[in-house]
């Protein structure tokens, strides 16, 4: 089996309640070449992704002090994290294993549900598919950025520039409208 890596440190953090379950997936991570950040409350979560924001984050969806729908629907309006792209971890899903593909529903937009236990080989090919997307949003985003920037008119040092850059400038001259 092909592992895989990204192609240089993308942050991802892990919201995991369960200590051992947070340090596995972290290290997971680590050796894929992600840099990782983690915590075990969505308070923490929303802390460590405003100071930092990731391209990626793996949250789990019953934490002690908040839902792990909560951090996202919080996170998606500050606009630091707008590209960064959310997995969800669920034990509820367990019992389902015949249907593998879950998505959680929030304000419109869906969000991929991982069941528990995970294999690592699924949680590494979902997390690139979240990076790789997220990557490609922000490269859109400055593409049309630049789009937009080059099609504004240049103004040429011949230009006349507005008034109050003409009288800084001492460059009016007044006159009375006799010639």
Sequence with gaps: MQKIRPKSKHRVVVVEDDRTSRKLITRILEQAGYDVLECGEGKDALHIAEMNPPRAMIVDVMLPDMKGTKIVEELTYNNDCRFTKYLFLTGILANRAAKPNYFFQID????????????????????????????????????????????????????????????????????????
Excluded: C, F, W
Excluded at 116 to 140: C, F, N, W, Y
Excluded at 155 to 179: C, F, K, M, P, Y
């Design 108 to 179: 419109g937009a869906r969000y991929r549900a991982l069941s528990k236990p995970i294999r690592k080989g699924q949680l590494l090919r979902h997390l690139a598919d979240a990076v790789t997307h997220s990557m490609e949003m922000e490269e859109a985003e400055r593409l049309e950025k630049q789009k937009k920037e080059s099609a504004m008119p240049r103004s040429s040092s011949n230009a006349v520039r507005n008034e109050d850059d003409l009288i800084a400038d001492d460059q009016v001259i007044l006159s009375d409208g006799l010639n």
